[in-house]
Nanobody, 126 residues
Framework: QVLLVESGGGLVQAGGSLRLSCAASGHTFSNIGTGWFRQAPGKEREFVAAISWSGGVTYYADAVKGRFTISRDDAKNTVYLQMNSLKPEDTAVYYC???????????????????WGQGTQVTVSS
């Protein structure tokens, strides 16, 4: 069992930055791949970014490529999502997810993830 707790969401103006954190507990973090997803009102949950268990492989949705950076700190059992140049269309609830990663792959498919956090709201004003 892996427990995930997100933090760092909030209200920011367009062009601003936020850093989301996802703290994991309940299992050794080193063999867990993680990802960030988001869901805006009236829309389906969508992939944002993922990082492999080694941290050596990352993958981003086209909508955030070049603006967002995913990283992990195994010593702190924490995954981060640095979000820069935020746009109003980035407004959503952001979820952290985890899965046991045997292939060192950054997984974009939400159905491959077994554990989810409760979400943190990000609101970008224009």
């Amino acid at each position: 069992q892996v427990l995930l707790v997100e933090s760092g969401g909030g209200l920011v103006q367009a062009g601003g930055s936020l850093r989301l954190s996802c703290a994991a507990s309940g299992h050794t973090f080193s063999n867990i791949g993680t990802g960030w997803f988001r869901q805006a009102p009236g829309k389906e949950r969508e992939f944002v970014a993922a990082i492999s268990w080694s941290g050596g492989v990352t993958y981003y949705a086209d909508a955030v490529k070049g603006r967002f950076t995913i990283s992990r700190d195994d010593a702190k059992n924490t995954v981060y999502l640095q979000m820069n140049s935020l746009k109003p269309e980035d407004t959503a609830v952001y979820y952290c997810a985890a899965h046991f990663d045997n292939s060192d792959w950054a997984e974009p498919n939400p159905y491959e993830y077994d554990y989810w956090g409760q979400g943190t709201q990000v609101t970008v004003s224009s």
